[in-house]
């Protein structure tokens, strides 16, 4: 069976189910007689022709033993007497699945007009013809070609950068200016060549002076000797020798009493 079948198959089959006189909890009645007849022939002898029982259960078997000529007989009769008998329109489902293997496209076509199904959607064409890249340049989406569009004259800035390239755009060469504003973005000093970025920052006419920005107070002892070596003037300093002289305290996890060595005096 096709999935398409087992799916209308499932709908059918839980339509069936929900149709079940037991299903408000009542006793079963003619449905367990029927169901566990051994002769079933018999069973429908029990029935009172031209009740909704007797069409129903009398289709029901029809299907059960092939023989679906007879079921379409019966839809006829049962539909002109009982029309609104909601478990007519379970036997016809079954019916329509049944009869698929002897002729697929007619219960096809019952299918459709019987679940209203459109099939008439068609792709839509744009007007003329449409030539577009199959493939990106490569040389638009180079790194140097990103850094040109960021960096501009009127920007002087590194504001279009994301903090995950800081690692890389310090060793870049950049003007005053945005060296400046890098400086000011930097939040730790585990980048290269920092004390050398700090000391042409100090050179430029415009620099306020060491501390002026997070990262100057964030070097390490190693970093502040090699900016010191980079300006010695710094030793004149108040903001450069406090900076200094805090980076010299011991770590809160050093006992100085009882751990000279630890010391960095």
Not at 26 to 52: C, H, M, N, V, W
Not at 80 to 108: M, T
Not at 140 to 167: G, L
Request: overall charge negative; glycine content about 6%.
């Amino acid at each position: 069976m096709s999935p398409f079948r087992c799916v209308v198959a499932g709908v059918v089959c839980l339509g069936f189910a929900g149709s079940s006189p037991a299903g408000d909890g009542r006793a079963i009645g003619y449905l367990e007689t029927f169901t566990l007849a051994a002769d079933r022939e018999t069973a429908l002898e029990k029935l009172i022709p031209g009740s909704t029982d007797y069409y129903y259960y009398h289709a029901l078997h029809y299907q059960n033993t092939g023989q679906l000529d007879k079921v379409d007989e019966l839809l006829k009769i049962w539909g002109e007497r009982h029309s609104g008998d909601h478990r007519r329109a379970v036997i016809e489902n079954r019916q329509i699945l049944l009869s698929y293997d002897a002729a697929p496209d007619a219960a096809l076509e019952r299918l459709r007009k019987r679940l209203n199904l459109d099939y008439r959607h068609q792709r839509e064409h744009a007007a003329g013809t449409v030539d577009r890249p199959t493939s990106i340049d490569q040389n638009a989406i180079t790194r140097d070609r990103f850094m040109a569009v960021a960096r501009t004259s009127q920007r002087n800035s590194v504001e279009q950068f994301e903090p995950t390239a800081y690692d890389w755009l310090v060793t870049c060469e950049l003007t005053n200016l945005e060296r400046r504003d890098l400086l000011s973005r930097l939040d730790h000093p585990d980048y290269p060549d920092l004390p050398a970025m700090i000391a042409a920052d100090l050179n430029y006419e415009r620099s306020r002076g060491f501390g002026d920005h997070k990262v100057d107070r964030l070097l390490t002892l190693g970093q502040l000797g090699e900016l010191r070596e980079l300006k010695p003037d710094l030793i004149h300093n108040a903001t450069f020798i406090a900076t200094w002289l805090a980076s010299l305290r011991p770590g809160p996890d050093v006992d100085v009493e009882r751990n000279l060595s630890s010391s960095k005096f």
